[in-house]
């Protein structure tokens, strides 16, 4: 699989499009306004601790004060309270890190939150989730500082090997390698990706981690709440940071800055990789010169149509997401409703699983596919989806499909989901009305044409005058091409009372033909 990450820079912030085999997957929007990204670590105060719902709200400087529920309070939250009291109070030198530090007993998991916090304390957190809606951000007391192969957890001794490394042997020969390397009264998670690397690589990626934790203590002395004391990378080396892999073989830019400061990353994680950063200076936007705007118009609309004429309905309410899958031209193939039925659902598969991840959906999903009868064929499209989504970084499950055909999905929700407006400002009423992005007009007639051939041996096109000269213009022409490829010939007519979107078929007995 061939993975190009495209960062488009804009006054903004920055755009990054993730490309699988130049399919966008994923899109991100790191803004210049946005203060509260996962991974952050803020001294806060706590402002109300209830008793009754098991948790407490923090201020961390946003408008809504965050949440915090006792079960994200790890068992050690003691010893990381003595440990910054002692911080802010100026009395641990970076440099110890936790090497003389006097544990505390740890908190029992059904305990209750009012016998480990008060509204007097100020409180070491970090953000689990980002605002989402009205919600404001969610908060951790297992802080932890991931790194490029291994994550750093303060106050414990456990040494964890991410159980997607199968091999036992690996699994065991980094354990030890790492129990060897870390410092006294440090956890380390030795992540997927560290799976065949030495020692060298290890250290040095954990003397880094050391280091991030060494600049929170500094920022920590004599701090007051609220302050935030270290950030997580931005979302470029984030995301470089959990997929760099053999596979992603180019990063292009169009930003000199963030080009250097992509290379220097690479340098220190990955010295066989600095070579694929690419500086983009073309006239044409990035976004459309790779071919990403196209896409974005394409499945971020409420519809989303698939390559074989079938097509989604996705929708939104407050509780969950709702997928809906439609046959659309295919209910006219050959072959019995039952395979036909599960051609389009594996296809729906598929696309839904990009979603997910291009859209950054969270919670609840609910999938209605195409009634299938046969249970064979139901587990069929349950694996499907169960394949497509293990290319998903979020924790997700998927349940096998009910007797209604219905399909239930949980996926993590850390940031709020992607929405991007995929219509445009009609040209004919002067943007008091809207009509479906105008790139996407040729595409849809093709696949409209293509579906009518089918069944007609003549076909004139009614279009407005504009889009009959595109259509027209140049050698060859879009209308020879369609010739060399169908051998059939489109008779085009303008219309000037057309708008400017607006296109018809009529048949050789010039009734017009309906399209559903």
């Known amino acids: 699989?061939?993975?190009?990450?495209?960062?488009?820079?804009?006054?903004?912030?920055?755009?990054?499009?993730?490309?699988?085999?130049?399919?966008?997957?994923?899109?991100?929007?790191?803004?210049?306004?946005?203060?509260?990204?996962?991974?952050?670590?803020?001294?806060?105060?706590?402002?109300?601790?209830?008793?009754?719902?098991?948790?407490?709200?923090?201020?961390?400087?946003?408008?809504?004060?965050?949440?915090?529920?006792?079960?994200?309070?790890?068992?050690?939250?003691?010893?990381?309270?003595?440990?910054?009291?002692?911080?802010?109070?100026?009395?641990?030198?970076?440099?110890?890190?936790?090497?003389?530090?006097?544990?505390?007993?740890?908190?029992?998991?059904?305990?209750?939150?009012?016998?480990?916090?008060?509204?007097?304390?100020?409180?070491?957190?970090?953000?689990?989730?980002?605002?989402?809606?009205?919600?404001?951000?969610?908060?951790?007391?297992?802080?932890?500082?991931?790194?490029?192969?291994?994550v750093l957890t303060p106050f414990n001794n456990t040494v964890g090997v991410s159980k997607k490394i199968d091999s036992a042997d690996e699994r065991k020969r980094l354990k030890n390698l790492v129990e060897s390397l870390k410092p006294k009264n440090f956890g380390v998670i030795v992540r997927t990706v560290a799976a065949g690397k030495g020692a060298a690589e290890l250290h040095q990626d954990l003397l880094a981690l050391q280091e991030k934790w060494q600049t929170m203590m500094r920022n920590l002395r004599h701090a007051q709440p609220v302050t935030k004391v270290l950030s997580?990378?931005?979302?470029?080396?984030?995301?470089?940071?959990?997929?760099?892999?053999?596979?992603?073989?180019?990063?292009?830019?169009?930003?000199?800055?963030?080009?250097?400061?992509?290379?220097?990353?690479?340098?220190?994680?990955?010295?066989?990789?600095?070579?694929?950063?690419?500086?983009?200076?073309?006239?044409?936007?990035?976004?459309?010169?790779?071919g990403i705007t196209r896409q974005i118009k394409s499945s971020f609309g409420k519809t989303v149509t698939m390559p074989n004429g079938s097509y989604l309905i996705l929708e939104k309410t407050e509780a969950l997401h709702v997928i809906d899958v439609n046959s659309g031209h295919r209910s006219t193939m050959e072959g019995d409703q039952e395979s036909n039925a599960l051609k389009v659902n594996l296809e729906a598969a598929e696309e839904v699983g990009r979603q997910l991840r291009l859209r950054d959906l969270g919670g609840i999903i609910v999938v209605d596919f195409i009634d299938m009868k046969n249970p064979d064929n139901k587990r069929l499209v349950h694996q499907k989806m169960?394949?497509?989504?293990?290319?998903?970084?979020?924790?997700?499950?998927?349940?096998?499909?009910?007797?209604?055909?219905?399909?239930?999905?949980?996926?993590?929700?850390?940031?709020?989901?992607?929405?991007?407006?995929?219509?445009?400002?009609?040209?004919?009423?002067?943007?008091?009305?809207?009509?479906?992005?105008?790139?996407?007009?040729?595409?849809?007639?093709?696949?409209?044409?293509?579906?009518?051939?089918?069944?007609?041996?003549?076909?004139?096109?009614?279009?407005?005058?504009?889009?009959?000269?595109?259509?027209?213009?140049?050698?060859?022409?879009?209308?020879?091409?369609?010739?060399l490829k169908y051998k059939k010939w489109i008779a085009i007519h303008p219309n000037e009372d057309f708008g400017i979107t607006e296109y018809k078929f009529f048949d050789d007995n010039d009734e017009e033909i309906k399209i559903d």
Not at 2 to 25: R, Y
Not at 52 to 76: I, M, Q, R, W
Not at 237 to 247: F, G, H
């Open 1 to 150: 699989m061939i993975k190009e990450l495209i960062i488009h820079s804009t006054p903004n912030g920055v755009d990054i499009a993730l490309l699988e085999n130049k399919q966008l997957v994923e899109l991100h929007q790191e803004r210049n306004n946005n203060r509260f990204n996962v991974g952050d670590v803020y001294l806060g105060k706590i402002k109300k601790v209830m008793p009754g719902l098991n948790a407490a709200f923090v201020d961390v400087g946003h408008e809504k004060d965050a949440f915090l529920h006792y079960t994200d309070l790890s068992p050690d939250i003691r010893s990381l309270m003595k440990f910054t009291g002692q911080c802010v109070a100026g009395n641990v030198s970076p440099e110890q890190m936790l090497n003389n530090f006097e544990m505390q007993p740890e908190i029992v998991k059904t305990g209750n939150v009012k016998e480990v916090l008060s509204n007097k304390h100020f409180l070491l957190v970090q953000i689990l989730k980002e605002p989402i809606s009205t919600k404001g951000p969610r908060l951790t007391c297992e802080v932890s500082i991931a790194g490029r192969f291994l």
């Open 386 to 483: 169960k394949d497509v989504m293990e290319l998903d970084r979020a924790t997700h499950t998927i349940l096998p499909l009910s007797k209604f055909n219905i399909m239930q999905i949980t996926r993590e929700r850390v940031r709020p989901e992607i929405n991007i407006s995929t219509t445009e400002a009609c040209p004919t009423c002067s943007g008091t009305g809207q009509i479906n992005a105008s790139l996407l007009l040729i595409d849809e007639m093709v696949n409209d044409l293509e579906h009518l051939l089918n069944t007609h041996t003549k076909l004139k096109l009614y279009c407005h005058p504009i889009i009959a000269a595109y259509l027209r213009k140049g050698f060859p022409s879009l209308r020879m091409r369609w010739f």
């Open 232 to 290: 997580e990378v931005d979302k470029t080396q984030s995301i470089l940071r959990d997929l760099l892999s053999p596979q992603f073989n180019r990063i292009v830019t169009d930003d000199p800055a963030i080009a250097r400061d992509v290379e220097e990353y690479l340098k220190r994680v990955a010295p066989d990789k600095k070579d694929i950063v690419n500086r983009y200076n073309g006239k044409v936007p990035i976004f459309d010169q790779f």
